[in-house]
């Protein structure tokens, strides 16, 4: 269900402030310290952002996809860092129980995710099931009322922090592919499953990634997300509303870096000239917002869609390759901009250069994208 607008430019209006006063100040500090101050994590909880998505029923602020959308766009404005304090929590790590839970399940756990009281993270890549995550080989094996999981994942964001985990594994081996994969809701304090240390990356430092081992974890069958052998649909669909959430992330990147760009070139004068008046700077302007609009309209339209209740796996894909792409191409211009000030650590633009590096990559790298909406075309007859 729709805000009404008064409520939703409220809220955008609570986040864009938030993000202006409370989180820009603090991105380079954050980006130095590799974490973000638990006052931030508090402020987050307080604004209602770990709960964006969350039916209002359960505490949540129950926003559809349109406007979950239009607050991407707003928190894009700060080092995405940011965002993936919470991110899990509105999307893969919620979304397969907000879509798939069981009544009781729904309401054992979704209120303390809304609220941030419980961090969630979504367990699908392994070493060898990147790309080709139908190939998962955790297993989970039946015994009486339970499941026994034994396996370990990779590159798991806000594993580190999690108390609930969305985990697919394997419950049929026979069954190679897709067929053989079941979901399983699995609590961090159940014994036999560790976490192990934050893998340093190429950006987005404050947001971690953790390994995660399951030594034999004895999970109750209760706690199985739909049917066995309906993980693999649970996932791709998962991910069919997160890559919508990242291609608006990536808008809201894209139009920060504008607004820094413009600025920039404004101040900044060569050859007697703010740089601004030169006619191949102006290019780049006139590319890198060209490209924003595209991909803000063609989020905005997916959003809609979907919200409308279309089946959008392929606009959805179109949406995060465009915005993904896109994004890279705007940060490469802005360092172009910027000029040496654009390589060096002070102005930032390198730093959101290195941080937007990975959204061509997770949540389905671009071939992947591809992949899908050459298939979902193919069927659809064009
Ligand atoms: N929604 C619902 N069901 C879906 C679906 C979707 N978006 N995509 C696939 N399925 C279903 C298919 O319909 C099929 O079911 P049936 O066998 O009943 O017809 C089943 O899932 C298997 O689908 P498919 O044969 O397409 O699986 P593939 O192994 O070919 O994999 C890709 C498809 C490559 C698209 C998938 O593995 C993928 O998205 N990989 C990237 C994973 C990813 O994003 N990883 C990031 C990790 S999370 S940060």
Redesign the pocket.
């Known amino acids: 269900m729709a805000l009404d607008l008064e409520t939703r430019e409220q809220l955008i209006d609570a986040v864009r402030r938030f993000v202006a006063e409370r989180l820009r100040p603090i991105e380079a500090k954050v980006a130095e310290d590799d974490a973000v101050p638990a006052e931030i994590v508090e402020a987050m909880k307080g604004l209602g952002l770990f709960g964006l998505s969350i039916p209002e029923a359960f505490g949540g602020l129950g926003l559809n996809m349109e406007e979950e959308c239009l607050v991407c766009f707003e928190l894009g404005r700060a080092s995405p860092a940011f965002r993936s304090v919470f991110g899990t929590n509105v999307g893969?790590g919620s979304q397969g129980l907000v879509m798939f839970g069981t009544d009781e399940q729904k309401a054992r756990w979704l209120p303390g995710i809304a609220s941030g009281e419980i961090i969630t993270a979504?367990a699908?890549?392994e070493a060898e099931a990147?790309?080709?995550?139908?190939a998962v080989q955790t297993r989970a094996v039946r015994d009486g009322d339970d499941y026994v999981l034994s396996g370990s994942k990779r590159y798991i964001?806000n594993a580190g922090k999690a108390s609930l985990f969305t985990v697919m594994a394997r419950t049929d081996p026979q069954v190679k592919?897709?067929?053989g994969v079941s979901a399983f809701l699995v609590p961090r304090d159940l014994p036999g499953l560790s976490v192990g240390k934050p893998e340093k990356k190429m950006g987005q430092q404050g947001a971690h990634i953790h390994d995660v081992v399951f030594d034999n974890v004895r999970v109750p069958a209760w706690n199985r997300l739909g049917a066995e052998g309906e993980g693999?649909?649970v996932a791709?669909?998962v991910?069919?509303r997160g890559r919508l959430h990242i291609a608006a992330v990536c808008v809201g990147v894209a139009e920060r870096l504008l607004v820094d760009c413009v600025a920039y070139a404004g101040e900044r004068r060569q050859f007697g000239q703010p740089i601004a008046s030169f006619q191949l700077i102006q290019a780049m302007i006139a590319d890198s917002k060209t490209e924003a609009l595209a991909a803000r309209a063609l989020v905005l339209e997916t959003a809609r869609q979907r919200d409308a209740g279309q089946g959008v796996?392929l606009e959805v894909a179109a949406a995060k390759l465009f915005a993904s792409e896109m994004v890279g191409r705007v940060a490469d211009r802005a360092v172009q901009i910027f000029g040496g000030a654009g390589y060096v650590a002070d102005y930032g633009i390198e730093r959101l250069y290195r941080d937007v590096r990975i959204f061509r990559i997770?949540?389905?790298a671009s071939q992947?994208q591809q992949?899908?909406i050459a298939?979902e075309t193919i069927k659809r007859g064009g």
């Open positions: 893969i979504f699908l890549t990147g790309s080709d995550s139908a964001t592919g897709a067929a693999f649909k791709m669909q991910l069919d796996t997770y949540e389905g992947i992949l899908v298939r």
